[in-house]
């Protein structure tokens, strides 16, 4: 099998190997002179660019393309002007066309990037890593996003009040952006120099051009900006904008008889505020009082059937932006396969579900509140003049409580406490962008626990310090980062930690761990360190080592599926840098990973080898395949013994077609299997995109996936003084279609609608119980009951071991079916910049199937028919610039 793998790996390396380049170009930096607007009249933001402002300074062209062909004439040419005044940035852009009527103009709401585009992204701090974006459409779109990281993270949460106004005429067509300073950062000096970078979309041949040159195979983004000279006298905008709303909500659903909590519709009527105050030009505190998230996206449906925790991302808009500023990946790596999403700071902890739930007797009813209610909470950001970025966030959560009611007799029950948040985010620039050195710190503090709440740590703090360090000319970079963490509580809470399946400290067979009942705290570390090219010619690298001891655990107000882990990763890449006749780009790939636990096992030997091809077309292919010779699992059994699971290959593979036809396809799928078969895994998924209208887009992405394991986890279970390790083989199917309209009025007025139907079903059979778990062979990995061992009887199984008559042990079908369907439909209204009206409808039906119906006779049985929960919601805001 090895000599397998390393011949593919040769074969999909040797067609590009003769073409291998390498590239030390370097760039001068393009300077535009701009002019103040004195006693002129500013331009009227019409689109037009006839005012006589634009005549105080001169054109700047000569665009180079950079996509597909780099360093190329453009298929058409691109101009600007730039000028500004005490309170404005004003700029005005031709964009060339010799067919006007071919000209893309795709509605969108904002942040859309459809169709044709021009953008200018603006470094006023000057620091050659952080730039704010404004985007324009040919059909009137605005784009905005913060850029940080030097380019390597853009986050489109950042919506500023700007206005623009575009053109069509016989020449291409045009553009006018008005930009106010206040939503700009930058220094107080006399004469300024920011960088400035624009980029050019032209749709017809899917082509980027730059107004600053920058070769493909040159490192970082913002770092490369050409620049704006001639800015005297600039005085920094201290920004005020207050937004308060008001949101109507009704809620239906299906009564429940004699349930006084749920008679079938509820209505309620909140306010609140947000609020951004610029305490300096640099820095900004942003304060939200009874935050609203009603008009955000549900989450999508999923199982996990691991145990671990699911990880989704954060939609609400008051976390979401400037997100970046707080962001503290652990273990992020080009590799993959290193638990990229675990983080110090994972927002969706505040305001979570309530983790408690009260106790009941038959008759009882409860009314158990969906999330915390977060009473307010403050961000304050930014980056100073000596490079100092700044981030401190605070939230407080209501203590909630659970009502149960006895037959009209009604009590009280605390769920959740009250509870401060804090992350405060330090990071500092030296060397011209090219290395930082930062930290994080983090704090989580809950009022007196009730005995009902003390498996829930006291309190939780987390650091952290990161760093990195890049030379000859970014090409080569080391950093990484290392953090702590420390949990207080109960002997009760921290021997909950102790033996949550993220630790595991009772694994029977490990000798480096074990729960001691009598600790009131836990204490840990981890951290990531790695050195990586990524510039200069067609060769790219990284390798590096991660790490989380057994103690460490962030997920009070971060992110983390895992501890007890040493890995080793290492990533090495290939991209062509010139189109050809088949391809515009093609890139392919190598990892490995060694995994090791602190006890010195090693649990995993991993290589892959992948590539991606966009073809002359446009369309987007790729292929993965992957090999594991050595797996073992210290989690499988969940307290169990360590788990030798058999080797392992794998696959991926997606087809795009290209992405400007008014219908596009995708199909996208993967499979792995153990080599003898002892579990299998498939998905399938398939995706279709109409757009008949340039304001209309229909799309469906269709999902079926299987999941055949002989050794699934079913429980453990005390017998006589020992412990059954219950495991059974799971024949599951799932199956689930994402479905989306949009809609554009026009860049200001949206109809949006997503709704999931979804559906997983899972069938056990052959149960059987592990007691040789690390033994070579599968079938000595296991004991398998026999059908006169085992019987049903009203949905529990009995087991006679020894057949004398007498059940042994029982435990209840874990056959399941989960059917659900979830949608939200969005009016937005932007009825002036910055304020807006929303129209919500939300519907969700939850509900457990048939395991032995059909998948779409279940799905059909369970959705169309029955009586849903509807969330009706109408929110108005009003944003007040001061």
């Given at each position: 099998m090895k000599t397998i793998f390393i011949g593919v790996c040769a074969l999909l390396l040797l067609p590009i190997l003769g073409n291998a380049q390498d590239s030390t170009t370097t760039v001068p930096k393009r300077i535009y002179e701009t002019k103040p607007l004195l006693a002129q009249k500013p331009p009227s933001i019409d689109g037009m660019l006839d005012d006589t402002a634009w005549n105080t300074v001169a054109w700047s062209g000569d665009y180079i393309e950079n996509q597909p062909d780099e360093n190329t004439a453009p298929s058409v040419q691109t101009k600007f002007k730039l000028v500004y005044d005490k309170k404005f940035l004003y700029i005005g852009v031709r964009c060339y066309d010799p067919e006007p009527d071919k000209i893309e103009k795709r509605l969108s709401r904002r942040d859309g990037f459809s169709g044709d585009w021009v953008e200018f992204?603006?470094?006023?701090?000057?620091?050659?890593?952080?730039?704010?974006?404004?985007?324009?459409?040919?059909?009137?779109?605005?784009?905005?996003?913060?850029?940080?990281?030097?380019?390597?993270?853009?986050?489109?949460?950042?919506?500023?009040?700007?206005?623009?106004?575009?053109?069509?005429?016989?020449?291409?067509?045009?553009?006018?952006?008005?930009?106010?300073?206040?939503?700009?950062?930058?220094?107080?000096?006399?004469?300024?120099?920011?960088?400035?970078?624009?980029?050019?979309?032209?749709?017809?041949?899917?082509?980027?051009?730059?107004?600053?040159?920058?070769?493909?195979?040159?490192?970082?983004?913002v770092s490369e900006f050409g620049e704006i000279h001639g800015l005297v006298d600039l005085e920094p905008q201290h920004q005020l904008e207050i937004q308060p709303y008001t949101v109507a909500k009704l809620e239906t659903y299906e009564a429940e008889e004699g349930n006084p909590f749920r008679e079938g519709r509820d209505s309620d009527l909140t306010g609140g505020l947000d609020a951004k105050i610029g305490i300096t030009n640099d820095l900004t505190l942003d304060l939200t009082i009874n935050p609203d998230f009603g008009q955000v996206e549900a989450d999508p449906s999923a199982i996990a059937l691991d145990g671990f925790q699911i990880f989704f991302r954060e939609q609400r808009p008051f976390f979401v932006e400037n997100k970046n500023i707080f962001d503290y990946g652990v273990s992020r790596s080009e590799a993959g396969n290193t638990f990229g999403f675990d983080n110090v700071f994972y927002s969706r902890r505040i305001g979570r579900s309530p983790q408690g739930f009260p106790s009941t007797a038959d008759g009882e009813f409860v009314d158990q509140p969906e999330n915390t209610t977060i009473l307010g909470a403050a961000k304050f950001s930014g980056k100073t003049k000596d490079g100092w970025s700044i981030g401190a966030l605070e939230s407080v959560t209501a203590k909630k409580y659970a009502i149960i009611d006895n037959n009209g007799n009604r009590r009280e029950e605390v769920v959740e406490p009250l509870t401060n948040y804090f992350v405060g985010r330090l990071q500092k620039?030296?060397?011209?962008?090219?290395?930082?050195?930062?930290?994080?710190?983090?704090?989580?503090?809950?009022?007196?626990?009730?005995?009902?709440?003390?498996?829930?740590?006291?309190?939780?703090?987390?650091?952290?310090?990161?760093?990195?360090?890049?030379?000859?000319?970014?090409?080569?970079?080391?950093?990484?980062?290392?953090?702590?963490?420390?949990?207080?509580?109960?002997?009760?809470?921290?021997?909950?930690?102790?033996?949550?399946?993220?630790?595991?400290?009772?694994?029977?067979?490990?000798?480096?761990?074990?729960?001691?009942?009598?600790?009131?705290?836990?204490?840990?570390?981890?951290?990531?360190?790695?050195?990586?090219?990524?510039?200069?010619?067609?060769?790219?690298?990284?390798?590096?080592?991660?790490?989380?001891?057994?103690?460490?655990?962030?997920?009070?107000?971060?992110f983390q599926r895992q501890a007890d882990d040493i890995r080793h990763y290492t990533w090495i890449g290939y991209q062509t840098i010139k189109p050809d006749s088949t391809f515009r780009r093609v890139g392919i790939n190598y990892n490995h990973w060694s995994v090791w636990d602190f006890g010195g096992n090693h649990n995993s030997l991993r290589f892959n080898t992948n590539s991606w091809q966009n073809w002359k077309g446009n369309w987007f292919t790729n292929l993965g395949l992957n090999y594991e010779p050595i797996q073992y699992s210290n989690f499988a059994l969940r307290g169990g013994p360590r788990l030798r699971l058999s080797p392992e290959i794998g696959f991926w593979n997606s087809i795009n077609t290209d992405n400007r036809k008014k219908v596009r396809f995708n199909v996208f799928h993967n499979g792995r299997k153990g080599v003898d078969n002892s579990y299998r895994t498939y998905s399938l998924g398939f995706g279709v995109t109409y757009q008949p209208l340039n304001a209309l887009s229909i799309s469906a992405r269709p999902n079926y996936s299987i999941n055949k394991d002989q050794l699934q986890f079913i429980d453990n279970i005390a017998v006589d003084g020992d412990t059954r390790y219950l495991n059974g083989t799971i024949d599951q199917e799932t199956l689930s279609m994402s479905l989306r309209l949009n809609y554009t009025i026009n860049p200001n007025f949206t109809i949006q609608y997503w709704g999931q139907p979804f559906i997983s079903r899972g069938r056990y059979s052959n149960f059987k119980h592990v007691t040789s778990a690390t033994a070579k062979s599968f079938e000595n990995r296991f004991t398998l009951y026999d059908t006169d061992q085992i019987s049903l009887e009203e949905e529990e199984y009995r087991v006679d071991e020894d057949l004398d008559g007498v059940t042994d042990f029982t435990f209840d079908d874990p056959d399941f079916s989960f059917v659900q369907f979830r949608s939200n439909l969005v009016v937005r209204w932007e009825y002036i910049p910055g304020s807006e009206i929303f129209l919500v409808w939300s519907q969700d039906i939850s509900r457990s199937g048939n395991p032995q119906e059909q998948l779409f006779q279940s799905l059909g049985d369970n959705i169309f028919g029955q009586e849903a929960q509807n969330i009706f919601l109408i929110k108005a805001t009003y944003r007040f610039v001061l």
């Open positions: 992204n603006i470094d006023s701090y000057h620091d050659y890593r952080t730039a704010f974006s404004f985007t324009v459409t040919a059909a009137g779109v605005k784009g905005d996003e913060f850029v940080s990281n030097n380019g390597n993270d853009w986050d489109s949460s950042w919506n500023p009040i700007w206005y623009t106004k575009t053109n069509i005429d016989g020449e291409g067509w045009t553009a006018e952006l008005k930009i106010p300073l206040s939503q700009l950062k930058f220094r107080r000096d006399k004469n300024q120099v920011w960088g400035l970078q624009s980029t050019r979309r032209f749709f017809r041949a899917e082509e980027r051009s730059l107004w600053q040159r920058k070769p493909l195979d040159t490192p970082g983004w620039d030296f060397n011209d962008g090219n290395t930082f050195v930062g930290g994080i710190l983090t704090a989580v503090n809950r009022d007196a626990l009730t005995p009902e709440l003390d498996f829930l740590h006291r309190s939780a703090y987390s650091g952290g310090f990161d760093f990195k360090h890049q030379w000859n000319d970014r090409d080569w970079y080391f950093g990484g980062n290392m953090i702590w963490s420390h949990v207080e509580g109960d002997t009760s809470a921290i021997q909950n930690t102790q033996e949550t399946i993220t630790h595991l400290f009772q694994r029977v067979d490990a000798d480096h761990v074990s729960v001691d009942p009598d600790a009131t705290s836990l204490t840990g570390t981890g951290g990531n360190v790695q050195l990586g090219k990524i510039g200069n010619g067609n060769w790219k690298f990284e390798t590096g080592g991660t790490w989380r001891s057994p103690e460490l655990e962030l997920n009070d107000i971060g």
